[in-house]
């Protein structure tokens, strides 16, 4: 497999240890723990705007607004994409927010937590704020991964309606003819159902580059065995906009703004526009 940062199909790592199987555990119950909705004065407490007590009392004054609607105790807002003004003035809900790209070496488990004790993703990055996986890889595909504590972005980019596309390297058994990319690309009937078009091309005699918009629970590893290409290694190599092959196996980073900003876009993630009560 090539090691060329000039090959277009190169990925750090992409060489290394090939040993396959085994399944991600859920990361059942993390998305609750990531910031998100909730109450108005609980969110902007969290903010770090005032203690939770006097929010309630600038609530009761008047003096905040939820997307141009004057506020009122009990009010619920989502700091990631409610507008919250106090005294007139728009304020930051998420000053905490933070997406790291990690890439995930093979033989770590897309969890926060995992009951037998195997490395997970988060403890490959920094521990605070916490931060939680977006989505799943199976404990041995590697490549790019999400963390984030941003709730709504967590939730539109695993959400199948806003469909970001996720690009995946597969090392196959055997040479894929055309017509197995064909079937690829039309979809594959799995048994929860047929997978919706895809992009396939072969890359080399054992590979395939193969571009999903769904999530569902070992697809490719599924996919690529249906039509009789069992994955040897599976490496993610694009979320959406988002692409690195400077980041070796175990490393991350922050996002950059520009990054964020495309991935925003990618999911139709924009704060709404103001409006005044009885709008809707
Ligand atoms: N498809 C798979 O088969 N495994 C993953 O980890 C991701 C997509």
């Given at each position: 497999m090539s090691t060329d940062?000039?090959?277009?199909f190169w990925l750090p790592g992409l060489d290394g240890d090939l040993s396959g199987g085994g399944l991600a555990e859920p990361a059942a119950?993390?998305?609750?723990?990531?910031v998100g909705p909730g109450r108005l004065q609980k969110v902007l407490a969290r903010a770090g705007i005032a203690s939770r007590r006097v929010i309630e009392d600038m609530i009761v004054a008047g003096r905040i607004t939820v997307n141009g609607t004057v506020a009122t105790l009990g009010d619920k807002a989502d700091p990631r994409s409610d507008v919250i003004t106090v005294d007139g003035a728009v304020i930051s809900t998420m000053p905490d927010a933070i997406t790291y790209l990690l890439n995930k070496p093979a033989?770590?488990?897309?969890?926060?937590?995992d009951p037998q004790g195997r490395p997970t993703v988060?403890?490959?990055?920094?521990?605070?704020p916490r931060v939680f996986p977006v989505g799943r890889l199976d404990v041995d595909t590697e490549g790019l991964l999400l963390l984030t504590n941003d709730g709504e972005m967590t939730h539109r980019l695993t959400?199948?309606?806003?469909g970001v596309e996720k690009e995946y390297l597969a090392h196959v058994e055997g040479s894929p003819k055309p017509n197995v990319l064909k079937r690829l690309r039309a979809g594959i009937e799995l048994d929860d159902g047929m997978t919706a078009p895809a992009q396939a091309a072969a890359v080399?005699?054992?590979m395939i580059r193969l571009t999903i918009h769904e999530g569902r629970n070992r697809q490719v590893r599924r996919m690529c065995e249906a039509v009789g290409h069992p994955v040897i290694r599976l490496v993610r190599t694009r979320i959406g906009p988002i692409a690195d092959r400077q980041l070796k196996p175990g490393e991350h980073r922050s996002l950059t703004t520009k990054e964020l900003f495309a991935l925003q876009s990618a999911v139709n993630l924009e704060a709404p526009a103001p409006r005044k009560r009885g709008d809707d």
């Open positions: 940062p000039n090959d277009p119950g993390d998305a609750a723990e990531v033989g770590t488990v897309t969890t926060a937590d988060v403890d490959l990055v920094p521990g605070q959400h199948p309606s806003h080399g005699d054992n």
